[in-house]
């Protein structure tokens, strides 16, 4: 309802603003007994930080992640988990030329036309400086589902920046390359024409748009509630909260539109490869039907099918930029032209890569959690057994 | 949760099956005082029904609606709302060769892989059927749009059928156009185009995808709760929930991603135009601020900005063509051929129209009352204040 | 959020007025594979509905149940139950003289202070009437209790009316005898005393308060989710729901205020009847810890020990008699007299029961569901495997 | 649905552990333009603190709290506010006995059966010290409410300690006498022996319950939507959340078992004292309807009247008393005595008194801003204009 909060039964409540003190979410519902430690979760947020490469802001952000509660001895209790980033390196100050000037197609005049008023520094709350937080609840996510009996893989890339596209990878390519160059693309040569088109429009004090391709491999089928909580209205609720996302697509996407029903449909055959039913009981004659191509991304009548989910998020290019724009003070009632200065990305999908992926951690746990596939309460053992408390006199308990 | 509630404060909570007795829609959270009559909401579902046309399927559905509760007099009351549609020509007996057989493409295999069961009549509960609910729910929100003190409207038509494309349209285009021919395009010659290209492929028995392009003019600056309830992440969900939705984009949707920060960045004038302030007080000076181009869609971080809120969703081809095609018999272990013949939709888009409008106005709805735009208890007078209820002694109540 | 909706797993959405054309419940989150028929809901209908004995209103209402989706053949296949009790005897005009002159301690000014306008026969949706929905949505959570591996028995019965109070009765009273007389007390010769003071104060054109002990047995240790989702706060909140509940108590409930800590609190013992875990593995040396005694009402931290879940109810004296009483006409300005004739009940427990039964088998189910003992999706097999659907070839679905 | 969220449009999210690093709330939903400090906050959180008298639990715990966001030059902007409370005195070595031998009547045993592990230090998230919460957000709620156009007040007090009753009191009373002693009981006679009481049971090694009498004036009508979300539903909810409750009671209470309709019942008459109608417009001529007297609690149809709406809370003794007990250890499966030594309070309504006034204000506000009465977006000011951001240029931003 009030734009922080995200997810069902494992669910994130957010708060923070770029140049205030701190960045802090709660993650409530995560099962017990989940191995987690903050160094788990500070990986996460070491991938989305600024100033990681000559392509990322330059605010110098350690984003140093303190677990506040929810873990004892270093395994989750199910109780809901606290944690808080300090921020750093705020420097409000240097956003007093628009406190009443608002930045060409930034939030800032509409936060204030919601609200009356606004926290002005870097954008405050509209700062994608927010994402912080989703990709400490990510990691969260993340070692719940490592963790569990699903062997359930995320991976995204940056598939697109301008008019640079890479050719389709495979989802080996995305575990060994995604995250060997600064623009987190799979495919190697295409990275280096990214970041070559980047580096030369940040040289002209402008940005550029480009497009992120997620997969997720494992996804049991059977999840998701048609219709409003299908699987893919739930991603797209999830990924187009992204900051500067204008356009979600899954399967065949925008394309679905040129394509005949016979040409897209997948015939049904059976998964002769299948030696036992995984779902338990005897196993069937001849395996489980199963479609063939995967077209229609892993998802039919909203409910996952069991073929991977994928799919593409389209963020434009940064809004802040050094080249001169125009705006208007409603204060004193001047046309002024402004330069926004300072620490910019000069494009987004290469830091937006581990937050696409820590919202898919999220959804799709929630999903399993809703589905029955992991239990709400804890992770390991039966529904109603107690047992002796992880580690109860370990040292850092005396 | 369980995918048949959409909204926070207007509310809509579904349910039926394409085969089963009837469908059923509650609306909870509709203001007291909108007049509503069954007329109202028959006129939308008249838009959705079908058999009006060649291009539509001719099941012979009338889709009467009758109001059970939540209105008096032709007043809405504040109370829920309770709506049932009958299905009058349901047929589920020749569904019974799919019952383990699953058709391509369809939802039946994924049900049945979630429940253990399923309704396999028509599709069941995954059939487009269910969108009857939300085009009545959606005109109960359109009245109460359109009866506020708000001048908003919301327009849809077909912009894309296979690779027949349609030019940009206006506004007055919309509303002139769309809904004189089959297709729902607004733009005549393009309608011609498409019509005939559906014919082409409903000969073959095939089928062919599409797009819609929507339009919410007169929305008021400051709607929407940045993140995950932002304007674009709620209708991400709510559009991405329509059957056979594949791709929604708002603003330059999936081409921002080829635009420069500088190119697509809109800069702020004054809005001189305006003659006082609409909302109250006294005027400023030079007006408003306000973005020159609306590229971003009517939404700046979440927040909608004034300017028209428009975007589009990408339908695929409908799933169930008489062509041959394959599937498998679990039950049997058998490999068969099977033609989905019966009465089915050659292409989605054209009765999508009307529901893609339902679900804005709902979404729209929503944010007015979050937003504190439209009192969440009544649409005229003052809270707390008593009237006399509407018309008293009306013979109906006798 | 507006008042119909209860439960967050198993949920369901009311409507209706109680002079309106039909009530309608939807249930949203049944698992599928229950077993449930029109007659499993009637027969819980019957227990609640008007006219069953002298100290029930008189109002001709059959209270016929129809169920228009989500059951299959005698199965629940997972996807929303629409319900309608069409209203059959509404004589709305009766209650004209009340339109501006609201009841003493009624509704009528509270709903007209709220919406500005009200559906004013017998009290519009403000009558104890909406309570046939929940009766109906508490049969459906009923009937997937008891199918499932689960002994959960939840039993209710009138323990006071006035200063008549029945003694403390065993859970195999509340079998045997609850149902045996028109007062439902489960101690007959308590029935006895109450049904002749009730007979007293109808007479006398008056009525009486009273009250409700409920208990369930068998809820599994493990439930609920401390501090706003507990049990106590849960039940608290579904009871408080009750029309004309003034008082939610469990365990000591009031008294407890007048307890020391060392009275009330209860030893911890082994519980070594338990010849084996019924948790799985291998059994404990000495069977599991047990509370020596239920001074706790079977909740501790908010959270259920296992021990039986028992409280009690208040429900103040209806308010409609027609006894003489004063109001005053909101429109004309006069004050006058007042005489509530019509048919009403005397005293609200004896029908409150099956509500109240009702109330507790939705939150308890809702409970389970969220604590994983009973799938969300399903209730037999395992998730993600897929059966032939119920009876598909039964003569109902040629 | 987690248990650490209350709360619709309102809404305060919690996390930490009595033994563990931090306590905090997120509090969402805040309008903007309210003028909050921390001192606003500390003032509340001192009320509540351990410490503060011979009658309450030594932990020091200086419960100083940190507004990490939603904040800026001392008013709310409408984002998010996050608060941390450090736990300062944590000494969880102390329960080491108490790991797998669960404390008599505690939630040690509940929180390990549903969750297979717990925080053992101190009851972890069971303990009372989760409140330091609900007072952080019940502070924030109040300041909104008192700079808002209502004149809301909410007052508690002691009315009850084991068998010492204080006799009914007035409003004033409250205001004036409920804070002057350690009990916070709002007669001082009544007080004294209370305090002797307690001092008697503390001495002893036990402990005793009491009860809360809580009552908010100034409450507009017309608040509230029955059934589920009726004001009596949820501050049942709200109030039986509150640790060691086990009885919820308004207006009569229990007692209303025990009256009849007539007597119970309140005409009504006509508010001549009413000057002018408050709610605007012209005045009626006689004044507003108005129930004559307040045995309804304030609350009628689930709805407010508008008179005072007050109850009564029952709060069992604390459990934890040095007085012997026995119990049982899980792991080594011997019976074994218990004598929880340590800092614990004698009695808990004392502390309580905050508690209870901190979740009536956020109750209260939550209901005003879906009612319509409080802009949820901003406190001052109209929907969608916008002025110049709070002390954009004081010394703090520089």
Redesign the interface.
Same mark, same amino acid.
């Given at each position: 309802?009030?734009?922080?909060?995200?997810g /069902?039964?494992f669910?994130m409540?957010? %708060?923070?603003?770029s140049h205030? $003190?701190?960045?802090?979410v709660?993650v409530?519902?995560c099962p &017990?007994?989940v191995e987690l430690s903050v160094e788990d979760v500070q990986a996460e947020l070491d991938r989305r930080k600024p100033g990681q490469s000559m392509i990322t802001t330059s605010r110098g952000e350690p984003d140093a992640v303190?677990?506040?509660?929810?873990v004892?001895d270093g %395994?989750t209790?199910? !109780?809901?988990?606290?944690m808080?980033v300090q921020n750093k390196d705020a420097r =409000?100050?240097k956003y007093?030329p628009y406190? !009443? &000037?608002?930045r060409?197609?930034?939030?800032?005049?509409?936060?204030?036309?919601?609200?009356?008023?606004?926290?002005?520094?870097g954008?405050? /709350? =509209?700062s994608a400086r927010?994402t912080v937080n989703w990709v400490a609840a990510g990691a969260v996510a993340k070692q719940v589902i490592e963790q569990s009996d699903y062997d359930i893989e995320v991976k995204a890339h940056v598939n697109?920046?301008? $008019?640079v596209k890479a050719p389709e990878v495979t989802f080996d390519d995305l575990r060994e390359h995604a995250e060997e160059n600064d623009v987190r693309c799979a495919h190697p040569e295409t990275a280096a024409e990214m970041q070559e088109l980047i580096e030369e429009?940040q040289t002209e004090g402008?940005?550029?748009?480009?497009?992120i391709y997620f997969e997720a491999q494992g996804v049991? /089928?059977?999840?998701?509630?048609?219709?409003?909580?299908?699987v893919? &209205?739930?991603?797209?609720?999830?990924?187009? =909260?992204?900051?500067a996302?204008?356009?979600?697509?899954?399967?065949?996407?925008?394309e &679905?539109?040129?394509?005949?029903?016979?040409d897209?449909?997948?015939?049904?055959?059976?998964d002769e490869s299948e030696s036992e039913?995984p779902?338990?009981?005897e196993p069937?004659?001849?395996g489980?039907?199963r479609?063939v191509g995967n077209k229609?991304?892993g998802?039919?009548?909203?409910?996952?099918?069991?073929e991977p989910v994928y799919g593409e998020l389209?963020?434009?290019?940064?809004?802040?930029?050094p080249?001169k724009?125009?705006?208007?003070d409603?204060?004193t009632?001047e046309?002024k032209e402004i330069q926004v200065v300072g620490r910019h990305d000069p494009v987004l999908p290469p830091r937006g890569v581990p937050v696409v992926e820590a919202m898919l951690y999220v959804t799709i746990l929630d999903f399993m959690l809703?589905?029955?596939?992991i239990?709400? $309460?804890?992770l $390991?053992?039966?529904?109603?057994? %107690?047992? !002796?408390?992880?580690h109860? =006199?370990s040292p850092d308990?005396?």
């Open positions: 309802m009030n734009g922080n909060e995200f /069902r039964l669910r409540t957010t %708060y923070g603003e205030g $003190d701190a960045m802090g709660t409530s519902g &017990a007994g303190v677990v506040n509660s929810g004892q %395994y209790t199910g !109780t809901p988990i606290g808080v =409000s100050g007093e406190v !009443t &000037a608002p060409p197609s930034h939030g800032d005049f509409t936060y204030s036309a919601k609200f009356g008023t606004r926290n002005w520094g954008g405050g /709350r =509209s927010e697109q920046i301008g $008019d429009y402008d940005s550029i748009g480009g497009s049991p /089928r059977g999840l998701g509630a048609p219709r409003f909580d299908s893919s &209205a739930r991603l797209g609720q999830a990924l187009m =909260s992204v900051p996302a204008t356009a979600f697509e899954f399967g065949l996407g925008r &679905a539109r040129e394509w005949t029903g016979h897209r449909n997948e015939n049904w055959e059976f039913d779902s338990g009981d069937r004659a001849r489980d039907p479609p229609h991304g998802i039919q009548g909203g409910i996952t099918t069991g389209t963020l434009h290019a940064p809004t802040s930029i080249k724009q125009r705006t208007v409603w204060e009632g046309e809703l589905g029955g596939r239990n709400p $309460d804890r $390991d053992g039966q529904a109603g057994e %107690y047992d !002796t408390p992880y109860p =006199s308990n005396e």
